[in-house]
């Protein structure tokens, strides 16, 4: 009984702990690398959404104007085309600059090679070659070949690839060899030669450009500015393609839009590309406060 008064009186004297207090005074630190991360990876950013507006605005503004020009002769519409190809040309180098990726690396040297085999092809047109060149069909097949490899290494690119992305990338390939081959079988006789089963090729190669981004939700979740951009240019080329349907000067009005297109979707991934690089800057500095 004594025992027990005098630890009491001990208890007393002694002060007392306020659970709730102590857990205000010794805060949990909350890391500050998700919050650094959510501000950095914000891609539309007032900048360059002020940026890309001018960019597609003086774009469409320029195509218009040039083809106006081009209409009343008053110079090549070639060397206008040989122009956004220089422009192209500088998106896929700056792209390998800013990047890490191997995916995007690949994609960008796939996307060079396709704006040099493009620019052959206009110089070809200058040169006044015959259409119906079988140099023409290898060229075209060469071209398309190297935008779906552009296409879809720029896709892959951290995007997850889930169960109908596997089953598209398996599939596809043979579904489209499949239709190119019945095609070519289906053609008469005599028409039957290697440009234009390679022209067939070039043909179903454009429609799985278009596939590889619309018709897999993956990218549309993961990157939809770069999806709706890429993917337009290949409908814009396949519209054009449809003999009759389209007069020449909306067909180098919408040539270039389709240029244009892929020229923003550079930009835009470019800009993916140096937030992302400040993130891992950001990250770095952290690493090194906490060591």
């Known amino acids: ?32 690398k998700p919050i650094v991360a959510a501000q950095l990876l914000t891609i539309w950013t007032p900048r360059f959404i002020i940026i890309f507006g001018l960019a597609l605005v003086v774009g469409l503004s320029t195509a218009a104007l040039l083809t106006e020009g081009w209409t009343s002769k008053f110079f090549v519409g070639e060397w206008v085309l040989l122009a956004y190809m220089a422009l192209l ?27 040099i085999l493009m620019s052959i092809s206009y110089i070809l047109s200058l040169l006044t ?51 190119a081959i019945l095609i070519f079988l289906l053609m008469p006789a005599e028409n039957r030669s290697l440009s234009s089963f390679e022209s067939i090729i070039a043909g179903v190669m454009f429609y799985l450009c278009v596939l590889v981004w619309w018709l897999r939700r993956s990218c549309w979740q993961t990157q939809p500015g770069p ?11 396949l519209l054009l393609a449809i003999p009759g349907v389209i007069t020449p000067d909306a067909n180098f009005f919408f040539t270039q839009v389709m240029l244009l297109s892929i020229l923003l979707g550079i930009l835009r991934i470019i800009q993916s590309e140096r937030i992302l690089s400040k ?13």
């Open 227 to 237: 999806t709706f951009l890429f993917g337009i240019a290949p409908v814009i080329q």
């Open 1 to 32: 009984m004594t025992d027990g008064v005098t630890q009491s009186a001990k208890d007393q004297d002694q002060p007392a702990i306020d659970v709730t207090d102590s857990k205000i005074q010794t805060p949990e630190i909350q890391p500050a």
């Open 89 to 115: 040309a500088g998106g896929w180098i700056a792209l390998l600059v800013w990047t890490r990726s191997p995916w995007i690396r690949i994609g960008a040297t796939f996307g060079g090679l396709w704006t």
């Open 129 to 179: 070659v015959d259409p119906q060149s079988p140099i023409i069909a290898h060229l075209n097949a060469a071209t398309t070949s190297a935008l779906l490899g552009a296409y879809i290494c720029l896709s892959i690119n951290r995007t997850s690839l889930r169960l109908w992305d596997n089953l598209f990338f398996r599939f596809a390939p043979m579904i489209g060899a499949g239709i």
């Open 279 to 291: 993130a891992r800057l950001a990250d770095d500095a952290l690493h090194c406060k906490d060591d």
